[in-house]
């Protein structure tokens, strides 16, 4: 064997991002949106925070491997303690604020957190559940507001103020754990994904490249995607890495506070779920602010629909790039940025799509019979999916071993993949739709009736039927002052999908359900349907 020959065997750690934030790029700034305006600060001094944060923590006792939580907004405190903790070698455990209350006192026992760091307008909700929180010694408020009722309260400025601006980090293995988050599961209760240091430094290097997001130093990156949500899909340390400005919204995620900050702070790039950039594109077409800052906003969460990024590509000149990935996948998978020299039906083909899949990334489908089905662009399977930043199992839960099939992470997306590896989601395995032996895509007719001008949202759903098992139910929110029949769905879908996809009843609701991170929330919507509290109005005359 020979040695001597080969590269330092140099740990892949978050220490990496730290210094390179201190030692590369210290003019580089971030930029907190707060009620009175923003505050900023360049990476030099955020840097000098984080060690005296780091200082404080380790006064307080924090040790190698414990759990530290967050449960805060996007903000320049948020990140320093998204430095601090993983680089002292804690684990940052980012707990979901939208979550339900008991979800989230499973979380931080599950978790065993000992400190919780929270913003200051977050304390109402956080006070009433924190007496149930039993490992945590202390609450940590960033911000000058109310503590509220929470017990062993430390300010956050006061906890770092006395502290050294520089600490002994020590040395860390990429295999040691950094970061911790939990699904927001639709059954049992939320499963905890660990991130190591490797996979988070390997999957921040694959953010910044070309064909995934795309950062640059130069660039300004707005990350509407809370850091609560997935770290942020990997912006934080991806900016920090290659010396990307980063613009923090905090709570203000409306369309209006979101167009004046990319406006006055040139926002290069931005991300988000899908309601964020349909409540900006509504919010745009009739206030018009310059967005022409803007080169691209990347799109996840859920599937972007197609009529969507037209709308902001024809009328705005922005261009969305549709990403696609899990809180087990760090959550980078796929990124729809479509081969050079198409025709235009083509180009928003492969913009339509949940793209193509990332270097390090392995991917597969399986079908019903457990066959590997071929990469032809019609074959469909469950995709699996496999790689240096995506999970292997569970944190502290055997119930999930279901979810991992032979060392791939089960996705529960139904795909077909194309011989360049683009991948096309057809549906979640739980939504498609079963009727009369064959398989109807929700997700491709939700995109057809938000095609429609007068459409703000759609979820389509499984409905009961004795004669084909099932048939899709269209849940429909009109935009403010239209008016719309079922009819006049059916004639807009009629010429775009097949005759035996065509609903037969239309549900005009007033909105669709949430998930915590502002996916359609189906399963409210079937609970509804079973209860009888949808009403609906059927096509007089069904194709």
């Not at 999957?203 to 770290?231: E, S």
């Not at 800052?293 to 902001?312: K, Y």
């Not at 008016?483 to 065509?502: C, Y």
């Given at each position: 064997?020979?040695?001597?020959?080969?590269?330092?065997?140099?740990p892949?750690?978050l220490?990496?991002?730290?210094?390179?934030?201190?030692?590369?790029f210290?003019d580089s700034?971030v930029?907190?949106?707060?009620g009175?305006?923003?505050?900023?600060?360049?990476y030099?001094?955020?840097?000098?925070r984080?060690?005296r944060?780091?200082?404080a923590?380790d006064?307080l006792?924090?040790?190698?491997?414990d759990?530290?939580a967050?449960?805060?907004?996007n903000s320049?405190?948020?990140?320093?303690?998204y430095?601090?903790i993983?680089?002292?070698?804690a684990?940052l455990h980012?707990l979901?604020i939208?979550?339900f209350?008991?979800?989230?006192?499973?979380?931080a026992?599950?978790?065993?957190?000992?400190?919780?760091?929270?913003d200051?307008?977050?304390?109402?909700?956080l006070e009433?559940?924190?007496?149930?929180?039993?490992t945590v010694e202390?609450?940590?408020?960033m911000?000058d507001?109310?503590?509220?009722s929470?017990?062993?309260v430390?300010?956050?400025?006061?906890?770092i103020?006395d502290?050294?601006?520089?600490?002994?980090w020590p040395?860390l293995?990429?295999n040691?754990?950094?970061?911790?988050?939990?699904?927001?599961g639709?059954?049992?209760?939320?499963?905890?994904?660990l991130y190591?240091?490797?996979?988070?430094?390997?999957?921040?290097?694959?953010t910044c490249l070309?064909?995934?997001?795309?950062l640059?130093a130069f660039?300004?990156?707005?990350?509407?995607v809370?850091?609560?949500?997935?770290?942020?899909?990997g912006?934080p340390y991806a900016a920090?890495?290659i010396g990307?400005?980063l613009?923090?919204?905090?709570?203000?995620?409306?369309?209006?506070?979101?167009a004046?900050l990319i406006?006055?702070?040139?926002?290069t790039?931005?991300?988000?779920v899908p309601?964020?950039?349909?409540d900006?594109?509504?919010y745009?077409?009739?206030?018009?602010?310059d967005?022409?800052?803007i080169?691209t906003?990347?799109?996840?969460g859920s599937?972007?629909p197609?009529?969507?990024?037209?709308a902001?590509?024809?009328?705005?000149?922005?261009?969305?790039?549709?990403?696609?990935g899990?809180?087990?996948?760090?959550?980078?998978?796929t990124?729809?940025?479509?081969?050079a020299?198409l025709?235009?039906?083509e180009h928003w083909r492969?913009?339509d799509?949940?793209?193509?899949i990332?270097?390090?990334?392995?991917?597969r489908?399986?079908?019903?019979d457990?066959?590997e089905a071929?990469?032809?662009?019609?074959s469909?399977?469950?995709?699996e999916?496999?790689?240096p930043?995506?999970?292997s199992?569970?944190?502290e839960?055997p119930?999930?071993?279901?979810?991992f099939?032979?060392?791939?992470l089960?996705t529960?997306d139904?795909?077909?993949?194309?011989?360049?590896?683009?991948?096309?989601?057809t549906?979640?395995?739980?939504?498609v739709?079963?009727?009369?032996?064959?398989?109807?895509?929700?997700?491709?007719?939700?995109g057809e009736?938000?095609?429609h001008p007068?459409?703000a949202e759609?979820a389509?759903?499984?409905?009961?039927d004795?004669?084909w098992?099932?048939?899709?139910?269209a849940?429909v929110?009109?935009?403010?002052g239209?008016?719309l029949s079922?009819?006049?769905?059916?004639?807009h879908?009629r010429p775009?999908?097949?005759k035996?996809w065509?609903?037969d009843?239309?549900?005009f609701?007033?909105?669709?359900?949430k998930?915590s991170?502002g996916?359609?929330?189906?399963?409210?919507l079937?609970k509804?349907?079973e209860?009888g509290e949808?009403?609906s109005?059927p096509?007089?005359?069904p194709?």
């Amino acid at each position: 064997m020979l040695e001597g020959l080969v590269q330092h065997d140099f740990p892949l750690n978050l220490q990496h991002v730290l210094g390179r934030m201190r030692g590369v790029f210290g003019d580089s700034e971030v930029v907190t949106l707060n009620g009175d305006g923003t505050t900023r600060a360049k990476y030099s001094e955020v840097c000098q925070r984080v060690d005296r944060l780091a200082n404080a923590l380790d006064s307080l006792g924090v040790k190698e491997g414990d759990r530290v939580a967050t449960f805060g907004w996007n903000s320049q405190r948020h990140l320093e303690a998204y430095l601090a903790i993983p680089c002292m070698g804690a684990v940052l455990h980012t707990l979901n604020i939208r979550l339900f209350p008991d979800q989230l006192i499973y979380i931080a026992n599950h978790a065993e957190d000992r400190i919780v760091f929270v913003d200051d307008v977050l304390v109402p909700v956080l006070e009433k559940m924190a007496g149930e929180f039993e490992t945590v010694e202390h609450f940590v408020v960033m911000g000058d507001g109310d503590c509220g009722s929470l017990p062993n309260v430390i300010r956050y400025e006061e906890l770092i103020a006395d502290q050294p601006s520089t600490f002994d980090w020590p040395e860390l293995q990429d295999n040691q754990a950094a970061g911790l988050a939990y699904t927001s599961g639709t059954t049992g209760n939320p499963k905890g994904v660990l991130y190591s240091h490797r996979s988070q430094l390997l999957h921040a290097f694959g953010t910044c490249l070309a064909d995934a997001m795309g950062l640059q130093a130069f660039d300004r990156v707005l990350p509407v995607v809370p850091m609560f949500h997935v770290n942020a899909w990997g912006i934080p340390y991806a900016a920090g890495l290659i010396g990307s400005d980063l613009v923090m919204p905090m709570q203000f995620l409306q369309a209006e506070p979101l167009a004046k900050l990319i406006e006055e702070e040139r926002v290069t790039i931005a991300a988000g779920v899908p309601t964020v950039w349909l409540d900006l594109l509504n919010y745009a077409d009739e206030h018009k602010p310059d967005l022409s800052s803007i080169r691209t906003v990347i799109g996840g969460g859920s599937a972007v629909p197609l009529a969507l990024m037209q709308a902001f590509q024809e009328r705005h000149g922005i261009t969305i790039t549709q990403a696609w990935g899990m809180t087990e996948m760090s959550p980078l998978g796929t990124v729809a940025r479509p081969p050079a020299g198409l025709e235009e039906d083509e180009h928003w083909r492969y913009r339509d799509s949940a793209g193509r899949i990332m270097p390090l990334v392995e991917a597969r489908l399986i079908t019903g019979d457990g066959e590997e089905a071929p990469w032809d662009g019609t074959s469909t399977g469950e995709l699996e999916v496999r790689g240096p930043w995506i999970a292997s199992g569970y944190y502290e839960d055997p119930t999930g071993r279901d979810k991992f099939h032979d060392g791939w992470l089960r996705t529960g997306d139904i795909a077909s993949i194309d011989s360049q590896g683009f991948v096309k989601i057809t549906d979640r395995a739980k939504d498609v739709i079963k009727s009369g032996g064959e398989w109807i895509s929700s997700v491709e007719l939700e995109g057809e009736l938000m095609a429609h001008p007068d459409v703000a949202e759609a979820a389509v759903i499984a409905k009961p039927d004795e004669r084909w098992q099932e048939r899709p139910l269209a849940c429909v929110v009109c935009r403010e002052g239209a008016s719309l029949s079922a009819e006049d769905l059916i004639e807009h879908l009629r010429p775009r999908v097949a005759k035996w996809w065509l609903p037969d009843e239309i549900s005009f609701i007033d909105e669709v359900p949430k998930t915590s991170v502002g996916k359609f929330d189906k399963k409210v919507l079937r609970k509804r349907l079973e209860a009888g509290e949808l009403e609906s109005e059927p096509v007089s005359q069904p194709a």
